[in-house]
């Protein structure tokens, strides 16, 4: 029933048209820095190819690969780029980059992509699920408890560990988790004005000073209690 209802309110459509757009995103990011060398990307992004076994040599060999998928004059790095890499060739003439390593590196970049696509829409998952549930089993007293207590703090959940979680152990310094974490809040009061603004027009009322103080800390408040409560 769940599933159904999800189906036919849009919901599904939208979160993966999302996550497309998150893929494209990424591919044009990295397609805007394929004349760079791996020790000129960006701090995170080294980082992020360290974690998904993307190394220096790799990096090499997608910049290497001719006739990028492009969209006007907008270059995208997508993972078959690794089955164009021109063949490292041997003495004797054998391609050192055999075709199960083409393999492994395009799914390297293909699970790198899929991953920032899951991060960017906050969705529950297995991590929240154990965080709030644990070890225990539906059906079982304990679990069904927790499920009760727990049925409308999942996307709560979800919200602290994968948005500013992402920030805190994201960024390897103070100053970026900083910045990360002022940004997300500034977007978060952002969104909280806009959702008690409209409410407002909706009951006919004027919206609230956006330059009050009082307004701000108020969309603040709103956007975290709309997250916890959804």
Do not use: C
Not at 28 to 45: C, I, K
Not at 60 to 77: C, G, I, M, V
Not at 140 to 168: C, H, N, S, Y
Not at 198 to 222: E, N, Q, V, Y
């Amino acid at each position: 029933a769940t599933a159904a209802f999800m189906k036919w309110n849009g919901l599904s459509y939208i979160l993966n048209a999302e996550k497309a757009g998150s893929r494209a995103v990424m591919a044009r990011h990295l397609g805007m820095q394929l004349d760079r060398a791996f020790e000129d990307l960006q701090p995170q992004t080294q980082r992020a190819f360290r974690q998904y076994g993307i190394s220096e040599a790799d990096w090499n060999l997608l910049r290497a690969a001719p006739d990028h998928f492009k969209l006007d004059d907008r270059t995208f790095l997508t993972p078959d780029a690794a089955y164009r890499v021109p063949p490292q060739e041997a003495a004797n003439g054998v391609d050192l980059f055999t075709q199960r390593m083409r393999d492994d590196l395009a799914m390297k970049l293909h699970t790198y992509y899929g991953d920032v696509a899951d991060r960017s829409i906050i969705q529950p998952g297995i991590a929240e699920k154990n965080l709030l549930f644990g070890a225990s089993a539906p059906g079982t007293p304990v679990g069904e408890a927790l499920r009760f207590m727990m049925q409308f703090k999942m996307w709560a959940a979800a919200d602290v560990r994968q948005g500013i979680g992402r920030e805190i152990y994201g960024n390897a310094d103070f100053k970026s988790r900083a910045l990360g974490l002022t940004s997300l809040a500034a977007t978060a009061t952002v969104l909280g004005y806009l959702r008690m603004a409209t409410t407002d027009l909706l009951k006919g009322a004027t919206p609230r000073d956006p330059r009050s103080p009082a307004t701000i800390m108020a969309a603040l408040h709103f956007d975290h209690f709309h997250h916890l409560h959804w």
